[in-house]
């Protein structure tokens, strides 16, 4: 086949892939009613998101014990973002290695899945431990335990995701993050805060609310 018609192909896969990823579809599922010729707007539902119901409690090698209550809102999420903020950065870093070591979604795979004990993209609620990285900033883009908002909607505990980056809102306008090795985990801006000439959304996880 000519490269030309791979990269068609990859690029409709993609634009499969994003669209359900913000509608709360199965791929699978839009896929076969593109094929089919059906509006993919009448694809299912996919997989809900449930919180963890039993608290979840965990300590890294720092000694800083996770949140022991679970209660999954967004204020809770903002809170325990924002008690990293000082702590390092290393990229593809584990969380359970220790406060700091992280990149931008593995330190919202702590906070989330870790601490809070919530569904996060690939483990079911309160089996992320930190043990590995967990899913990347692509994935979270794209997953359906989470849906994509107007940024004039955000609230404290919402996601802000570009195309390479992510972080937790703390307050409208603000997010925290994993930044870089020379700023590590910091408070920055929404606008001029991420990747030069890359989109942001702003997404809300299903179980946060």
Same mark, same amino acid.
């Given at each position: 086949?000519?490269?030309?018609?791979? &990269?068609?192909?990859?690029?409709?896969?993609?634009?499969?892939?994003?669209?359900?990823?913000?509608?709360?579809?199965?791929?699978?599922?839009?896929?076969?009613?593109?094929?089919?010729?059906?509006?993919?707007?009448?694809?299912?539902?996919?997989?809900?998101?449930?919180?963890?119901?039993?608290?979840?409690?965990?300590?890294?090698?720092?000694?800083?014990?996770?949140?022991? *209550?679970?209660?999954?809102?967004?204020?809770?999420?903002?809170?325990?973002?924002?008690?990293?903020?000082?702590?390092?950065?290393?990229?593809?870093?584990?969380?359970?290695?220790?406060?700091?070591?992280?990149?931008? *979604? *593995?330190?919202?795979?702590?906070? #989330?899945?870790?601490?809070?004990?919530?569904?996060?993209?690939?483990?079911?609620?309160?089996?992320?431990?930190?043990?590995?990285?967990?899913?990347?900033?692509?994935?979270?883009?794209?997953?359906?335990?989470?849906?994509?908002?107007?940024?004039?909607?955000?609230?404290?505990?919402?996601?802000?995701?570009?195309?390479?980056?992510?972080?937790?809102?703390?307050?409208?306008?603000? &997010?925290?993050?994993?930044?870089?090795?020379?700023?590590?985990?910091?408070?920055?801006?929404?606008?001029?805060?991420?990747? #030069?000439?890359?989109?942001?959304?702003?997404?809300?996880?299903?179980?946060?609310?």
């Amino acid at each position: 086949m000519p490269a030309k018609g791979l &990269y068609l192909i990859a690029a409709g896969g993609g634009a499969i892939l994003l669209w359900s990823g913000f509608r709360g579809k199965k791929w699978s599922e839009t896929l076969r009613n593109v094929i089919s010729g059906k509006n993919p707007a009448i694809t299912t539902t996919s997989y809900p998101i449930t919180s963890s119901a039993a608290a979840f409690t965990t300590q890294d090698t720092t000694g800083v014990a996770a949140h022991a *209550s679970v209660t999954g809102t967004s204020e809770n999420i903002a809170q325990d973002a924002m008690r990293y903020i000082g702590s390092g950065y290393v990229w593809g870093g584990a969380p359970g290695s220790g406060s700091g070591h992280w990149d931008c *979604s *593995s330190f919202v795979n702590a906070v #989330v899945g870790r601490d809070l004990g919530l569904a996060i993209p690939m483990y079911k609620a309160g089996t992320y431990h930190g043990q590995s990285h967990g899913p990347t900033t692509g994935i979270w883009l794209v997953w359906t335990g989470a849906f994509t908002i107007k940024k004039q909607d955000m609230v404290p505990g919402d996601l802000v995701i570009w195309q390479t980056h992510m972080g937790i809102v703390t307050r409208p306008g603000r &997010y925290v993050s994993a930044y870089d090795t020379q700023e590590g985990t910091l408070e920055k801006p929404i606008h001029g805060g991420g990747p #030069v000439g890359e989109v942001s959304f702003i997404r809300r996880l299903k179980a946060g609310r």
